[in-house]
């Protein structure tokens, strides 16, 4: 599933072709994708001009002028491919199946964007003007804007046993980490993920803070992580997971200088944390 660098990578590389840009053609090629399609998708998005392409968590959202916004999740393997209309042949992924296109946008400067998802899991619904869409509307802070620092956190550690790795994974705590980043996260700051949020002291939390922002950083830095289905807007892969210090390395040394442990695989609420057992208190 897309965590927050690779959603941010994709609205990144949309922007130069749809922030601006007038939808002058739509086609939905089915009812629905995980959940069903609105009826008048096609009738408010025809015509509309796109004034800001944002990032709320994991979702993307168009706004359209005096229309609301357009929303978007990618799913498990939900994909934004870009054309440009006027090249004579678009070189496209043979790995990326046209019978999987399912949203197809035109822009009146020639360019065509299609919302492909083999599986199914994403989505496209529209937000109505001066309304809050249910799927945002309980969702914490963005860890990249002012908004989150350490203050926020330890409010929200406060009291809690839960494993620090679950809560870090509840959207309404902070907005769009999953199970890698806060892997790594945790991995940089020297906290166990099994550790109970509430017995993580001021100084710890403060720095787990700084390595939370800077690992979402250096990931949107490296255009996100491509494990199995994930490419940037451009079609290119992400290169972050070439990164990883400890996610996927179960049975690796650890790589903090100093530290002689392995990194180790337990699994927390189904999924898998990676940690070193040495170092990570």
Not at 122 to 143: F, K, N, Q, S, T
Not at 161 to 183: E, F, H, S, T, W
Not at 252 to 259: I, N, Q, S, T, V
Request: proline share 7%; glycine share 10%.
């Amino acid at each position: 599933m897309p965590e927050l660098p690779e959603v941010e990578t994709v609205r990144q590389g949309l922007i130069p072709h749809l922030e601006g840009a007038e939808i002058a053609r739509v086609e939905v090629r089915r009812p629905d994708l995980r959940w069903p399609m609105p009826p008048d998708l096609v009738q408010v998005l025809t015509g509309a001009r796109v004034t800001a392409l944002r990032r709320r968590s994991k979702y993307l959202l168009a706004d359209l002028d005096g229309r609301g916004s357009l929303l978007m999740h990618l799913g498990m393997s939900g994909r934004l491919l870009v054309e440009d209309l006027s090249l004579a042949e678009f070189h496209r992924d043979p790995a990326i199946l046209p019978q999987h296109d399912h949203v197809v946008l035109e822009t009146g400067a020639g360019t065509r964007i299609t919302f492909n998802d083999a599986r199914r899991f994403g989505m496209v619904d529209l937000v109505r003007e001066g309304e809050i869409h249910p799927l945002l509307a309980h969702i914490g802070p963005e860890p990249l804007e002012d908004g989150f620092d350490a203050a926020v956190l330890a409010r929200a550690f406060a009291g809690r046993r839960a494993p620090v790795k679950q809560v870090l994974l509840d959207q309404r705590i902070v907005a769009g980490l999953g199970n890698i980043y806060v892997n790594e996260a945790l991995f940089r700051a020297g906290i166990d993920p099994r550790r109970a949020a509430g017995r993580i002291g001021p100084a710890r939390i403060a720095a787990l803070t700084g390595h939370i922002r800077d690992v979402l950083t250096d990931a949107i830095a490296a255009g996100g992580s491509s494990l199995r289905d994930h490419r940037q807007a451009t079609g290119e892969l992400g290169y972050f997971q070439h990164r990883f210090q400890v996610y996927d390395r179960e049975g690796a040394p650890c790589p903090r200088p100093g530290c002689d442990g392995i990194v180790r695989r337990i699994v927390q609420s189904g999924r898998s944390s990676f940690y070193c057992p040495r170092c990570q208190r």
